[in-house]
């Protein structure tokens, strides 16, 4: 599904974010992504959706260079994939149900389709019941909810959630982490960085670490591995 061969990425002020990476992440994997802050996880995400380019090397998704697409061929490749932020990025002025909506109308989707497709996503997150709140009217965890919602409702068939737990105390955390693995169960692929110990250690999936931009372990089934 992701392919990366020798890539790099060295942002304008010359910190090199990424040194010559090497991974292949297959169809229907659960991927952890663990590291100190600054390590290039962020970096690595950001790659994936196109949200950074990488400066050398090849990044295939799907057989897609996605390091050579063109700004106007962005919204497609995002639209394959879903996105999920440590906060949230939810519009305040919509409704939990618009928020998710909007996904689908973007796409010409129409209303009673729509209409379906949002209420079965949002009857998968638990939220069923919310769909005319705001987001400033809700917890934390079910804010996240809504975001993922909003990133599955297309239905990819690749989930990039960049320390989705992040924000969230533990208890919310282990529920958030429930949602992904019912994803997951279904089919998608999954890539998430993260800094929740507990989770990784055990909820078991391949792990990578990286460190100054380079991958320094890489496991099936591996544990979070450090001590903070
Ligand atoms: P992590 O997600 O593991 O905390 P990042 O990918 O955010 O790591 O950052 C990796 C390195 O790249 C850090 O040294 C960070 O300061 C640097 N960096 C991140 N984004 C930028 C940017 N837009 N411009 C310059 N340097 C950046
Ligand atoms: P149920 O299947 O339980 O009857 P509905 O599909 O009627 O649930 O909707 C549940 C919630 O979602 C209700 O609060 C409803 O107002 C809201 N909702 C449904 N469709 C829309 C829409 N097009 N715009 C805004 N809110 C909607």
């Not at 002020?13 to 229907?28: K, P, Q, T």
């Amino acid at each position: 599904m992701i392919s990366m061969q020798k890539v790099s990425k060295v942002y304008p002020n010359g910190v090199v974010a990424m040194d010559d990476l090497d991974l292949e992440i297959r169809d229907g994997e659960f991927l952890y992504v663990v590291g100190p802050s600054g390590a290039g996880k962020s970096t690595f995400m950001k790659m994936i959706y196109r949200e950074e380019k990488p400066t050398e090397g090849q990044l295939l998704i799907d057989g897609l260079d996605v390091g050579k697409l063109k700004d106007r061929h962005v919204p497609k490749l995002r639209r394959q994939l879903g996105v999920i932020f440590q906060d949230f990025k939810l519009l305040p002025s919509l409704t939990v149900y618009e928020n998710v909506a909007f996904a689908l109308e973007v796409v010409g989707a129409d209303t009673t389709s729509i209409r379906k497709q949002v209420m079965d996503v949002l009857n998968l997150v638990g939220l069923k019941n919310k769909a005319r709140n705001y987001p400033d009217e809700l917890s934390g965890g079910e804010q996240q909810r809504v975001s993922i919602a909003r990133a599955i409702v297309n239905k990819p068939k690749l989930i990039i959630a960049d320390e989705p737990t992040g924000n969230l105390d533990p208890e919310t955390a282990w529920g958030i982490m429930e949602v992904f693995e019912e994803i997951h169960r279904r089919g998608a692929t999954i890539v998430m960085a993260t800094h929740n110990r507990d989770i990784v250690d055990k909820i078991r999936h391949r792990v990578i670490a990286i460190e100054n931009g380079r991958v320094v372990r890489d496991e099936e089934k591996g544990a979070y591995g450090y001590d903070v």
